[in-house]
């Protein structure tokens, strides 16, 4: 009886430490997210709202022979394209888009595999 009493106690410990253990590592990730967003708020976010909004402008410009938009089309289409480009997550630069994408984790597994039966 005592020996599944102490089995018990040994695991409600174990437990115990490793659950305050994982809210130790939960709020260091949390801090250290904190610190991200605090550094781009204070350094990015200009930057990226200013690219953003060139490129609603470059979009809402009319082609050559199309009427100009009036008031409420534009911030309709402004709003549409504000939520288009937001949603992406991030902007890609031309330098991104010129680099050849890496291979997904599929991808190389199944490579390696293929190499492997060429062996």
Not at 1 to 15: C, E, G, N, P, S
Not at 79 to 101: A, N, Q
Request: include cysteine.
């Amino acid at each position: 009886m005592k020996f599944a009493l102490r089995t018990v106690r040994f695991f409600r410990d174990q437990w115990e430490q490793v659950e305050i253990d994982n809210l130790e590592q939960d709020i260091r990730r949390r801090i250290k997210s904190i610190h991200f967003d605090k550094h781009y708020k204070e350094h990015c976010e200009a930057a990226d709202n200013q690219e953003l909004e060139k490129l609603i402008e470059e979009e809402l410009i009319p082609k050559e022979g199309e009427d100009p938009l009036d008031e409420e089309t534009k911030a309709a289409l402004q709003k549409k394209l504000r939520f288009k480009y937001l949603t992406r997550g991030f902007y890609h630069s031309e330098e991104v888009k010129k680099e050849k994408p890496k291979k997904t984790f599929k991808e190389s597994t199944n490579a390696s595999k293929d190499k492997t039966i060429e062996s």
